[in-house]
Every structure is written in structure tokens, then in C-alpha cells.
T-cell receptor, first 115, second 111 residues
Framework: ETGVTQTPRHLVMGMTNKKSLKCEQH?????MYWYKQSAKKPLELMFV???????ENNSVPSRFSPECPNSSHLFLHLHTLQPEDSALYLC??????????????FGQGTRLTVV | GQQLNQSPQSMFIQEGEDVSMNCTSS?????WLWYKQDPGEGPVLLIALYKAGELTSNGRLTAQFGITRKDSFLNISASIPSDVGIYFC???????????FGKGTRLSVIA
């Protein structure tokens, strides 16, 4: 059982579609993250939200749009994606940057396939 | 930026053997973490280290925070088939910045 829940677990979308990935954490954390994990590549940090404020955007293309309405929820809105965007998208949370808690806890991921 | 070098990249071992992997940083860290990822799942935290020289165990797993604060080691004793997966090291030099992750060690266990 995980304190970080991601939905959907699997998603197949066309290049013209618009979809959203959802992440919810039940750990009382204040920082949330999106990572991309492609085959045979390391984890790539995409976005960081700390106390609902976006603190990091690692040169992610604008076809990926994050949203953090509160400390417990994080979304990743997807539109006009490319096949190379197919990957496992992982959400994580931690106590909060600057609060001393550095351990990140991950969701199970969304396996995204762009066709 | 900070970089982590994790080795080996992959390992094939016989069931029952011990396993060692390590991670080195280009800068001093104050926290080292080790995660395991099963296929199609998210990484799960195995061990957290907060102090140079610290040695911490979790069942058959033992991890150490190097005294230079630039490296960490993970050992798995008497490996079993369910140890298969990708092991990631992660660390940070400051509680104000996100974790930096290694590229992972893919472990295969031959029964």
C-alpha cells in the first residue's frame, strides 16, 4: 500500500489528444514532484512544487503542464505529445524542501504510450 | 550541477550470493538514500542515511554513508529471486534542494 496514488496506471493517447495524469498523496507532505523515466535512462526530474508553489521546471516542453491545486494533489496535463514522450511518469512527495525531510516517496507511476 | 555515479550498471548473480553496489558524488552530501524499483512500479525507499560513517540495516540489506560524505554503499546478503529489480542511490547536499538520483544498478538473480 502506497501513500502516493497515481491514476491512471496505464494510458494510451494519440498525438492530438489532451489528457491529464493525477497524483494524490496521503502523507501530509508539502513537496510534490513529477519525474519521467524512459527505457534505459535515468530518472529525469521534471517539476517541483513546494508548498503549492512551483520551484523547479527542468526545461520541460510546454506540451507538459503541471498543476498543484493544494499540497495533496498534483496533475500533469498533456497535449499534442510526441511518440518519444512515451515513458513511465512518476509522482513523488516529500515532507517539504527547507523543512528537513528529504526522503521522497513515489507513486506506482503511469505508463504512458503516445501513438 | 550535482552528479551521482552509480556502479555497477548491471549485475547477474547466483541465488545465495552477496551483492555490493556503490554510489559516488561530485560533492558532499548530507543525506544518502537507497531505493528499489520493481518492473512497472515506482521506486520504494529501502534505507536512509543521515550521518557520515553511519551503517544501517534493513533485513538482508546494509547501507553505509561514506566517511568522506561523497559516497555510499549498499550490500545485499544471501540474495533471493525477489531481490531482482533496479536499485537507485539518491542524495542531497541540502534539505532545500530535490534529491539527485543515480542511474541505477539492475540486479538479476539466477536461481
Amino acid at each position: 500500500e502506497t501513500g502516493v496514488t497515481q491514476t491512471p496506471r496505464h494510458l494510451v493517447m494519440g498525438m492530438t489528444n489532451k489528457k491529464s495524469l493525477k497524483c494524490e498523496q496521503h502523507l501530509g507532505h508539502n513537496a510534490m514532484y513529477w519525474y519521467k523515466q524512459s527505457a534505459k535512462k535515468p530518472l529525469e526530474l521534471m517539476f517541483v512544487y513546494n508548498f503549492k508553489e512551483q520551484t523547479e521546471n527542468n526545461s520541460v516542453p510546454s506540451r507538459f503542464s503541471p498543476e498543484c491545486p493544494n499540497s495533496s494533489h498534483l496533475f500533469l496535463h498533456l497535449h499534442t505529445l510526441q511518440p518519444e514522450d512515451s515513458a513511465l511518469y512518476l509522482c513523488a512527495s516529500s515532507q517539504g524542501l527547507g523543512t528537513g525531510g528529504t526522503e521522497a516517496f513515489f507513486g506506482q507511476g503511469t505508463r504512458l504510450t503516445v501513438v | 550541477g550535482q552528479q551521482l555515479n552509480q556502479s555497477p550498471q548491471s549485475m547477474f548473480i547466483q541465488e545465495g550470493e552477496d551483492v555490493s553496489m556503490n554510489c559516488t558524488s561530485s560533492s558532499i552530501f548530507n543525506t544518502w538514500l537507497w531505493y528499489k524499483q520493481d518492473p512497472g512500479e515506482g521506486p520504494v525507499l529501502l534505507i536512509a542515511l543521515y550521518k557520515a560513517g553511519e551503517l544501517t540495516s534493513n533485513g538482508r540489506l546494509t547501507a553505509q554513508f561514506g566517511i568522506t560524505r561523497k559516497d555510499s554503499f549498499l550490500n545485499i546478503s544471501a540474495s533471493i529471486p525477489s531481490d531482482v529489480g533496479i536499485y537507485f542511490c539518491a542524495g542531497t547536499s541540502s534539505g532545500n534542494t530535490p534529491l539527485v538520483f543515480g542511474k541505477g544498478t539492475r540486479l538479476s538473480v539466477i536461481a
